[in-house]
């Protein structure tokens, strides 16, 4: 099956820094690769579309220029959280389809567990 | 933005016993899909239905879609300690993001 690696699986860092994750389709090309935050005891939302070669499409109340995504090739997108804060700290998971399989499974990263301290 | 509510939101059982989780939708869908996480971890693919099918086993799981009620259960039956997890439905339309549900925590002792 399809495999879709995320990269760090944890991270902790100190408050106003910046942390990168990154998310690759492993054996498949994806346009398009979506990003998730979970909240403890919560469920995932939606962050952003991840599109390859054009701009993110950020979902309602996520600020763009703190979550920046570049998606520079069809196996690669990456998540900066930029100057993060304690309220940031979450797990961090990517999404991704293989573009030739419409209607099937959508493939997870293990996730990113981010702690700012 | 969240598409499904399950309920129950926690349900806890004993081995052995027959747990069913109920899932309900907004918008119409291209499938829905059930997803296991355990405390902390990544999330585990169980089982797809799309929306012209009406129901779907794999082992010991059976989901079922209703599309006129806008939802679906999953009935994991003869539950073991290890199926002791968060378990959330999602949905897509065509080549969109999976919108998931809040989820039902399930907890099974022996």
């Known amino acids: 099956g399809a495999v879709v690696s995320q990269h760090p699986s944890r991270v902790i860092c100190k408050s106003g820094t910046s942390v990168k994750i990154e998310c690759r389709s492993l054996d498949f090309q994806a346009t398009t690769m979506f990003w998730y935050r979970q909240f403890p005891k919560q469920s995932l939302m939606l962050m952003a579309t991840s599109n390859e070669g054009s701009k993110a499409t950020y979902e309602q109340g996520v600020e763009k220029d703190k979550f920046l995504i570049n998606h520079a090739s069809l196996t690669l997108s990456t998540l900066t959280v930029t100057s993060a804060h304690p309220e940031d700290s979450s797990f961090y998971i990517c999404?991704?389809?293989?573009?030739?399989?419409?209607?099937?499974?959508?493939?997870f990263g293990q996730g990113t567990r981010l702690t700012v301290v | 933005s969240q598409q499904g509510e399950e309920d129950p939101q926690a349900l806890s059982i004993q081995e052995g016993e027959n747990a069913t989780m109920n899932c309900s939708y907004k918008?119409?869908?291209?499938?829905l899909q059930w997803y296991r996480q355990n405390s902390g971890r990544g999330l585990v693919h169980l089982i797809l239905i799309r929306s012209n099918e009406r129901e779907k086993h794999s082992g010991r799981l059976r989901v079922t879609l209703d599309t006129s009620k806008k939802s679906s259960s999953l009935l994991i039956t003869a539950s073991r300690a290890a199926d002791t997890a968060s378990y959330f439905c999602a949905t897509s339309q065509a080549g969109t993001a999976l919108i998931f549900g809040k989820g039902t925590t399930l907890s099974v002792s022996s």
């Open positions: 918008t119409s869908i291209n499938n």
């Open positions: 999404s991704a389809r293989d573009q030739r399989r419409d209607n099937t499974e959508a493939f």
